[in-house]
């Protein structure tokens, strides 16, 4: 069994992308817009600007109150949209109830999308002609591409079918030439597909709900689920020790797909600038 190292493939992708921007004296800019004080969404925008200062680019935080309106925040996202320091807008998820997603995303300029979430952009994925990569599952597909996991023509079972994790990733597989089975919590004989599975990703966000008897032996597991156990930790939704002795390759939690979706985001804000600078 190989532990798929996301730290290691995160920090190379980091590397890259910051001696490019050193080289050329890029100076991408990325606003992370955070509304309220949801302790998981601080981590992620803590992360996403540590990557930024890594990666040598200007970022800015707008932190608003819980009470902010839908007004407020597109009216921000309307003033980011015209500033030209600022290549990619990231509003972080999930927004306070009273506040529409799908409008708030919908405001951002479809070229400062970098987060990849809006109607269109979730379009182009289907069509294979996108600018801005879906970053938890480009995530996942450059981990494949790091341990040389050839995808075309396996089974790829994706567990999860949100707009932002599971359907994009079985996108991915399938433009990787994978035939895909698209799973939720609706699926009959959950275990039975899966066990046919070469390419097990889960995207459930339960802890246990995949377990040693729903993978097949020598299957690639990829574990997107971020859980805390009852002592506060990070756990993912693989029931990772006997997993692990089946599978052939398999992520951690913490330190498997996380890190690399923070690098996706620093790829395509990159790509973002130099799109609105007309550098190619
Ligand atoms: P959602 O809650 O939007 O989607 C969960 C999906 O899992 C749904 O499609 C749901 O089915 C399905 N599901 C729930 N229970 C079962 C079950 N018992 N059997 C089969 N399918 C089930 O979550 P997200 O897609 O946003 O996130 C999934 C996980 O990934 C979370 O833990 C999240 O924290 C993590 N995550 C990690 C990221 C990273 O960087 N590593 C980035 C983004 C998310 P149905 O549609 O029928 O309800």
Redesign the pocket.
């Known amino acids: 069994m190989t532990l798929i190292d996301g730290k290691t493939v995160s920090q190379a992708l980091k590397d890259r992308i910051a001696a490019e921007v050193k080289e050329n004296g890029y100076t991408p800019g990325l606003a992370v817009i955070i509304v309220g004080d949801d302790p998981a969404s601080r981590v992620y925008v803590n992360n996403k600007k540590k990557a930024c200062t890594y990666c040598g680019f200007y970022s800015e935080e707008y932190a608003l109150p819980a009470s902010a309106t839908q007004e407020q925040l597109i009216d921000l996202i309307h003033t980011l949209n015209t500033d030209e320091r600022i290549d990619g807008i990231l509003c972080q998820l999930p927004l306070p109830r009273h506040i529409d997603e799908t409008a708030v995303i919908a405001a951002i300029a479809p070229a400062k999308d970098v987060d990849a979430f809006s109607e269109a952009d979730v379009g182009k994925v289907m069509i294979g002609n996108y600018t801005f990569s879906p970053c938890?599952p480009a995530?996942v597909m450059e981990l494949l591409r790091y341990y040389h996991i050839d995808v075309s023509g396996k089974n790829a079972v994706v567990?999860?079918?949100?707009n932002?994790?599971?359907k994009p990733m079985a996108m991915l597989l399938l433009h990787a030439d994978a035939t895909v089975t698209l799973?939720?919590?609706?699926?009959a004989n959950?275990k039975e597909i899966c066990r046919n599975a070469d390419i097990l990703v889960s995207?459930?966000?339960?802890i246990g709900?995949v377990t040693a008897d729903m993978v097949k032996e020598g299957a690639v597991v990829i574990d997107?689920?971020?859980?805390r156990n009852a002592d506060g930790k990070l756990q993912g939704?693989v029931d990772f020790e006997a997993v692990k002795e089946k599978a052939s390759f398999i992520t951690p939690v913490p330190g498997g797909?996380?890190p690399m979706?923070i690098a996706i985001l620093m790829q395509n804000t990159l790509t973002a600038y130099k799109n609105n600078k007309n550098i190619h």
């Open positions: 938890t995530g567990i999860g079918r949100s932002i994790v599971g799973c939720h919590s609706k699926t959950l995207a459930v966000g339960k709900a997107v689920g971020i859980n939704d797909v996380g979706t």
